[in-house]
Structure formats: structure tokens, C-alpha cells
């Protein structure tokens, strides 16, 4: 079954009993990327790690991505769990999801205003995350 880059949602679990979990309306997710070590290669850092992830959505009145990197920039413990639902279309009957272990956000931007071009306003943020689980649907 073929699955399609415009089918997909996001949820965030958050792990805090202080903080509510939430299902985000991202318009763009960038590729999940990993790379490891060669087997046998003699290096101090970790033999396998993923690159942190970007995230884009319309800019709005919610503050929740914000709020979450302001908990990090002040020392607090704040790691999440994201879950990307992949779908083959827009019924959502049938996909496939990629769950981010341990995530928290190490860049968070605010939106490009432009008067004279114009158009949607976004805020984006990077996260970093420990694991990914493949969860066959």
C-alpha cells in the first residue's frame, strides 16, 4: 500500500502531569533522517543517532510548541513523545506510524512577516528525539 505525503497528524504526549498532551495541525514534517557509525569503527560518540526533525505549522493564537521550548530553555525536564500517523488518504482507514521517543525541542522559530508579498505565517520547530519506533498498522 502506498501512503501519501499530504495524509498525515501529529500528536504530542506529553509525560508531565502539568502539561496537556495535544494533536498538532503541522503542514510539513521534514524527513526523519538517521546515521550510524561503521560496526568496528573506534569513536566516543554514539554508534547510532537521528537528526533532529523539523516541524511547520500555521502560525496562531496557541502557544503550545512555544511554551514547550521555553520549559526546555529554563533548565526544565520536559521530553515528549510525537506520533506521526502516515495515511494512504484522506479517509485515514489505513497507514502506518512513526513514534518519536523521548523528544524536545532544541530550536523553535517564529513567522517571516512579509506586507508586500503577503501570504500564511508559520512557526516552526526542531525536535530532537532518542528513538524511533516503527509501528506497523
Not at 22 to 32: E, L
Not at 74 to 87: A, C, K, N, P, Q
Not at 92 to 116: F, K, N, Q
Request: aromatic share 10%; with cysteine; charged share 30%.
Amino acid at each position: 500500500m502506498l501512503l501519501s505525503s499530504a495524509h498525515f497528524e501529529v500528536q504530542v504526549v506529553a509525560a508531565r502531569k502539568d502539561v496537556d498532551s495535544a494533536d498538532i495541525g503541522f503542514c510539513h514534517i521534514a524527513p526523519v533522517t538517521s546515521s550510524s557509525v561503521a560496526p568496528g569503527e573506534s569513536t566516543k560518540a554514539r554508534k547510532h543517532e537521528y537528526e533532529p526533525l523539523l516541524f511547520r505549522r500555521a502560525f496562531t493564537n496557541d502557544s503550545y510548541l512555544f511554551d514547550w521550548r521555553r520549559h526546555i530553555v529554563d533548565g526544565e525536564s520536559d521530553l515528549r513523545d510525537v506520533s506521526i500517523r502516515v495515511y494512504s488518504d484522506s479517509s485515514r482507514s489505513h497507514g502506518t506510524e512513526l513514534r518519536l521517543r523521548e523528544c524536545w525541542p532544541v530550536r523553535w522559530s517564529g513567522p517571516t512577516l512579509d506586507a508586500i508579498e503577503g501570504g500564511v505565517a508559520y512557526e516552526e520547530i526542531e525536535l530532537a528525539f532518542n528513538e524511533l519506533i516503527w509501528v506497523r498498522g
